[in-house]
Every structure is written in structure tokens, then in C-alpha cells.
């Protein structure tokens, strides 16, 4: 299964990030150069910032979660665990637009 944009998915971050959800954001592509996925993590931690966008209490996450574009980052698809949902299209847009505001686009 190949990750698509709006999905979130479980994913192995190392020792220092943990397995923790986070929604993929890079587009998709049929033939990459690299097997690489954009991804945002999703964290319970709300600190009222520009960088979070509210996606809400999921049936698969235990506590309402936010998407942190200021810890965006790319994986293998080998650290992709397992999807575990998927954004509305008005969470995906809202943080499309919280990357254009982190990267200043």
C-alpha cells in the first residue's frame, strides 16, 4: 500500500520521536527519484500556534490531536507502520496552508 497525501499513518521516528501518528503531506508521485514521504506529525500537546492545525479526537488515537508543521520531516516507507486514517479535506487544506505559513511560501 502506497501512502497518499492525507493519510495518517503510524510510523516508527527513531529513538527520539517514538512511533507516533503523523499525516502525509508530500504529493504523489508515480516515479520518484527517492522513495520518500513528506510527512507531519501529530501530537496532544496544543500550544496555540500559527504551526498547529486542530485535527480533532479520531476513533484510532486516544486524545484529540493536533498536526505540528514545524516538526515536518520525510520517511521511507519502511517506517510507515500502518494507516490508521485519513484527514477531511478541510483539515488537509488547513495544513497545507500552516506549511505555507512555516515555510513562508
Request: net charge positive.
Given at each position: 500500500?502506497?501512502?497518499?497525501?492525507?493519510?495518517?499513518?503510524?510510523?516508527?521516528?527513531?529513538?527520539?520521536?517514538?512511533?507516533?501518528?503523523v499525516?502525509?503531506?508530500s504529493?504523489?508521485d508515480p516515479d520518484?527519484p527517492?522513495?520518500?514521504f513528506g510527512?507531519?506529525?501529530?501530537?496532544s500537546?496544543y500550544?496555540?500556534?500559527?504551526?498547529e492545525?486542530?485535527?480533532?479526537?479520531?476513533?484510532?488515537?486516544?486524545?484529540?490531536s493536533?498536526?505540528?508543521?514545524?516538526g515536518?520531516?520525510?520517511?521511507?516507507?519502511?517506517?510507515?507502520?500502518?494507516?490508521?486514517g485519513?484527514?477531511?479535506?478541510n483539515?488537509m487544506e488547513?495544513v497545507?496552508?500552516?506549511l505555507?505559513y512555516?515555510?513562508?511560501l
Open positions: 500500500m502506497t501512502p497518499k497525501p492525507g493519510e495518517i499513518w503510524q510510523a516508527d521516528l527513531g529513538i527520539a520521536g517514538k512511533i507516533r501518528p499525516v502525509i503531506v504529493r504523489e520518484p527517492r522513495v520518500l510527512y507531519v506529525p501529530l501530537t500537546q500550544r496555540e500556534s500559527e504551526y492545525v486542530e485535527i480533532g479526537k479520531l476513533p484510532t488515537l486516544p486524545k484529540r493536533y498536526a505540528n508543521v514545524q515536518v520531516g520525510s520517511l521511507v516507507r519502511s517506517r510507515l507502520l500502518h494507516k490508521i485519513r484527514l477531511t479535506e483539515r488547513a497545507k496552508e500552516a505555507r512555516f515555510y513562508d
